[in-house]
């Protein structure tokens, strides 16, 4: 799953609509919006690279989701985030700080089981 976040700027909008043909997309209602879109294994990496390089040069990252694996996508750079690593959430929350993201907004290790944790959700993530 991916979840592509912006400051409610249609640009997300756009990118989420490039990329439906390579998954089935949902919306939500939150301040910070958050367009959620079906990936394949197949398809991550096409789709990480793809949101790299259109994401918005601040405030703003994606993530695919995996069982064991994140790919937390920035602008122009990808960071892998291990279930098992802390090591890796906490590197992936250095490089997102260089893109003026909040590190309540990146917890990346609690989205393997609660999504979007920053949002207080409590059902178990996708």
């Keep these: 799953m991916m979840d592509a976040r912006s400051e409610g700027s249609s640009a997300s909008h756009q990118l989420a609509s490039l990329l439906y043909g390579l998954g089935k997309m949902r919306g939500n209602g939150h301040p910070i919006e958050i367009v959620e879109i079906d990936v ?5 990496l096409t789709v990480a690279r793809i949101l790299a390089e259109s994401l918005l040069p601040t405030r703003v990252y994606a ?10 996508i920035l602008p122009g750079v990808l960071a892998f985030v291990h279930r098992d690593d802390p090591q890796s959430a906490t590197r992936a929350q250095r490089i997102g700080s260089l893109f003026d993201i909040p590190l ?7 989205m393997f ?13 996708i």
């Design 40 to 44: 394949s294994d197949e398809n991550a």
């Design 63 to 72: 993530h695919l989701l995996g069982e064991r694996l994140m790919i937390v």
């Design 104 to 110: 309540a907004q990146m917890q990346f290790l609690e």
């Design 113 to 125: 089981d609660v999504d979007h944790p920053d949002h207080g959700d409590t059902h178990e993530a």
